[in-house]
């Protein structure tokens, strides 16, 4: 049974691709939340997810929906949760959708399971919609524990609470598996919509690439893992993350939706101008690559990628390891883990990350992640070898795998002591 899901206006699930982004105000910053959800809405965005950190903030979205409403703006909001039960909750009398990852309800699993039942229950009382979202690295002991950190977990623990869902009667439920490998992300996701077709009851799908980060490489990054589901046939909404201005990812989402949604009216949308057309911009050149050539690295079809000779040879050669990388098949640069930010980042992030990218460019295979908060960003940066991570207060942390090594650093320090710190690994390793 393929289920479809009703966000306020919105319908998940009857093959048109829903485009949607977040919020990177704070909450508690009622009038630039406001302002900023105005923008995406009118930018396209048909949903937009805003964090709500905890109880205290629960106020403060509701109020933002109001002021929304009453400017005659109807884009459904998402509250984004983490951690807390009772946070969920108390937003699911008062947003259209909640995001949540049951597992980190509890640390104690089968309270875990109390909570999300009593969560569903109020869900059902006043009709909201629910993600469970799991992301690569925040999946949770009780699952790494039988399955490792694989794209397995991620469809199992899923199909956990799928289960649970359909045993409570609740169906108005979306999934989403986001990893910032694509090559994890994209199997994840074939797993999880197997299990999930093998059971019987078939949920919509959130798609997309984790902490992407920005640039052309964002972009690429966020094609090619997003394409190569959505090409499958499989996938119904998709957030493109990128350390931007969340009304930059909304023109990459929208060319994903036009080329991939499978509704009557689509048909002729997925060879749409900018696809088809020889007049293409650098961007939509960029996108259209690699949406073409991604799911063929990660279905390993194909080794390498040509480029019609008359394309400049720099340009060509730049857009071929840009694609090769983003599909885990060659490294010409550091990989980049970078989160776009939300609520809870508490210092300049896309400031950051450029800072950091800049002085590291010259390393070679490195994963380095740079991530907004210390929430989930040390669980979520589940590929790094090294992370930059902001603590607030103008400090940030700084990790080796999962493992901090220095905390507490002046944000003017970080970059250059993260680069002295790998360059001296490489030493002692060489």
Known sequence: MKHIVKVGKVTIGDGRIVVQTMCNTHTDDIEGTVAQSLRLAAAGAELVRITVPGLQDVPHIAEIRRRLREAGCDVPLVADIHFSAETAIACASVVEKVRINPGNFHRDHEKAREKFAEFLEVCKKHGTAVRIGLNHGSLGAFITEKYGNTPRAMAEAAMEWIRMAVEHDFFNVVV??????????????????????????????????????????????????IASVLSAGIGD???????????????????????YSRTSSSDTASCHSRTCSGNLSRQDYILRAACDWGPKLLNREVDDITFPEEMD??????????????????????????????????????AAFEEVKAKTAHLKDVVIAVMGCVVNGPGEMADADWGYVGEGNHKVSIYKGRTPLLRHIP????????????????????
Not at 184 to 209: I, N, S, T
Not at 330 to 342: D, S
Request: charged share 25%.
């Open 176 to 225: 989403s598996l986001k990893a910032s490998n694509t090559v994890v992300m994209a199997e994840a996701y074939r797993l999880l919509q197997q299990a999930m077709e093998d059971y019987g009851h078939v949920f919509p799908l959130h798609v997309g690439v984790t902490e992407a980060g920005n640039g052309d490489s964002g972009r690429i990054k966020s094609c090619v893992g």
């Open 237 to 259: 909404t998709v957030r493109v993350s990128l350390t931007e201005d969340p009304e930059a990812e909304l023109p990459v989402a929208k060319y994903l939706s036009d080329r």
């Open 313 to 350: 040879p720099a340009e060509a050669e730049y857009l071929r390891n840009e694609i090769l990388q983003a599909a885990r098949r060659r490294f010409y640069k550091p990989e980049y883990i970078a989160c776009p930010g939300c609520g809870r980042t508490m210092y300049n992030l896309q």
């Open 411 to 430: 944000e003017e320090e970080a970059a250059d002591r993260l680069v002295a710190l790998i360059e001296a690994e490489g030493l002692k390793d060489g």
